[in-house]
């Protein structure tokens, strides 16, 4: 059995930053891409950014410049530093990792969701 489990959502003003958390637990043998993705009310549910084992990176258009995802391995953790918000960025944000359990079989899971709120 594998958990991600998501903090640090919440309520920011314009021009203000977030930083997401999440951490994966569980039966892990390896975990390769980790990325979050993000749901607005009424929208699909799109990727936001990604990351490989290696490190390597890439962004949606729309948060290239502000937002930067990194990955700690040893602890099985992939961040989201959010900064220079606004209000198109409101939206339930998803953790997702591939992730290579103890029997090597790889399976693609999916953190609870923790919503972010740009508002004034």
């Known amino acids: 059995q594998v958990q991600l489990v998501e903090s640090g959502g919440g309520l920011v003003q314009p021009g203000g930053s977030l930083r997401l958390s999440c951490a994966a637990s569980?039966?892990?043998?390896?975990?390769?891409?980790m990325g979050w993705y993000r749901q607005a009310p009424g929208k699909q549910r799109e990727l936001v950014a990604a990351?490989?084992?290696?490190?390597?990176?890439n962004y949606a258009d729309s948060v290239k410049g502000r937002f930067t995802i990194s990955r700690d391995n040893a602890k099985n953790t992939v961040y989201l530093q959010m900064n220079s918000l606004k209000p198109e960025d409101t939206a339930v944000y998803y953790c997702n990792a591939a992730i290579v359990t103890r029997s090597r079989i790889e399976y693609r899971y999916w953190g609870q969701g923790t919503q972010v709120t740009v508002s004034s």
């Open positions: 990351i490989t084992s290696g490190g390597s990176t």
């Open positions: 569980g039966s892990i043998f390896s975990i390769n891409a």
